[in-house]
């Protein structure tokens, strides 16, 4: 056989490379670095049975999970985690992303993908400073049971179900219109799709100086749909004790959550679900949406796992994909959208999509006392002041502006 000294010089390469692996001179292939994700008791099982380990995520990354016994144990150790054992990847209640306000957590920028199956209410309650933080993993929120009793759909526009209200009350069939199960809390998408609400926002922050309450859209709609010739409620909105009159039958509609269909389903109303409708067709009133979510730490960059860390969340976590994993683990509704029109059970994901549609609880602006009382006490006493008493609708909305006002700004601070 022929040599060259190309193929003797090449021959002798794999010689000496074979010897210096055998000798330990050349470096092995370099482990994989760790991403640590910390979860409570509810979401870490579920975590560790989909990801531990995984080293196919995020290339050249291994990823641990570990979870603590509760929310509140998770809390504590989060709130206690330095550099030298934090986590590079922390998950919990949407409360978490104030963390955003110390840089605890890095902002993130979202994928083509994920930007366009990320509700818009996701991302504006893990934004702080027009920056978004983390990625909404799934969603706790309502949506309208219409009764099929009064039609096999629900009517397109507000304005229609109030028309079809007025008709069936006059014909005895109906005593209410639509009941907001939660109280205050639930009547919030009755309160948007009429021009009213809370607060509004700017650059996906909520803004201390839009108050809605006393918006000149809510207060004619209020007089239009809510407050009769008598200066007195028309019936169409009710907030406390009506739930057994809409099982009864005796309602349009009702707002609430996925925590009433045993009991609707056993009262034996017949019902489907979706969002409340706005006055034109194409809106809708936007219900109160409580997320939990994913953040990327400040620590991952110091452990030097950052790329790796917020592979995991962008292009899993936040992904269709990983949403239905985590929703075939625990049975949460997703919250990206992809995910959620793609769940097995229909209800699950009506609930799933109304989030497509609601607004972002932002507990510290809700229970802020600065004005005098909190919104649900102040929304309380103005739907009663207006609704049961007959106090004059302008005065009264925009003395709780004045509240909301004082507590939204010092939220704000």
């Not at 978490?96 to 890095?106: P, R, Y």
């Not at 730490?297 to 992904?319: C, F, P, Q």
Request: charged share 15%.
């Amino acid at each position: 056989m022929k040599f060259t000294s190309r193929g003797f010089k090449a021959a002798a390469a794999v010689v000496a490379t074979a010897s210096l692996l055998g000798a330990g001179l050349l470096p092995a292939q370099a482990a994989p670095k760790t991403i640590t994700v910390w979860a409570d008791d509810q979401r870490g099982p579920q975590l560790k049975s989909l990801i531990d380990g995984n080293t196919s995520i995020a290339p050249g990354y291994v990823i641990k999970v570990k979870f603590f016994s509760s929310l509140t144990a998770l809390q504590s150790a989060w709130d206690k985690a330095t550099a030298a054992g934090g986590p590079d990847v922390i998950t919990g209640p949407a409360s978490f992303n104030s963390a955003a306000k110390s840089g605890k957590v890095l902002p993130l920028l979202y994928s083509k993908v994920a930007q366009s199956e990320m509700p818009a209410g996701a991302k504006q309650a893990l934004s702080y400073n027009g920056r978004t933080y983390g990625v909404a993993l799934d969603v706790d929120t309502t949506a309208m049971y219409w009764n099929t009793a009064f039609g096999k759909t629900a009517p397109k526009t507000l304005d229609e179900m109030y028309k079809l209200y007025v008709a069936q009350k006059a014909a005895g069939k109906v005593t209410g219109g639509i009941c907001a199960f939660e109280g205050t809390w639930g009547s919030q998408p009755i309160l948007t799709a009429l021009g009213g609400g809370a607060y509004g926002f700017t650059n996906n922050n909520p803004d201390a100086n839009k108050v809605l309450i006393n918006s000149a859209t809510f207060k004619a709609n209020v007089k239009k749909y809510l407050v009769g010739s008598d200066g007195k409620s028309t019936g169409f909105l009710k907030w406390d004790g009506c739930a057994d009159e809409f099982k009864a039958g005796k309602m349009l509609a009702a707002n609430s959550g996925a925590w009433n269909l045993s009991s609707i389903k056993a009262a034996g109303i017949k019902f489907t679900l979706g969002p409340v409708p706005g006055l034109t067709a194409s809106t809708k009133g936007a219900q109160w949406v409580n997320y939990s979510g994913a953040w990327v730490t400040s620590y991952a960059r110091t452990h030097g796992v950052e790329l790796g860390a917020k592979k995991l969340v962008i292009d899993w976590m936040a992904s269709s994909k990983g949403q239905l994993l985590m929703y075939g683990a625990s049975s949460r509704p997703p919250a990206n959208t992809k995910a959620a029109a793609n769940v097995s059970r229909a209800e699950t994901r009506a609930f799933s999509q109304a989030a497509a549609t609601g607004q972002p609880q932002f507990s510290a602006w809700l229970d802020d006392k600065t004005g005098g009382s909190n919104w649900y006490d102040t929304l309380g006493s103005t739907l009663t002041n207006i609704l049961v008493k007959g106090d004059d609708v302008d005065a009264t909305l925009d003395k709780a502006a004045a509240i909301l006002k004082k507590n939204f700004a010092n939220a704000a601070k």
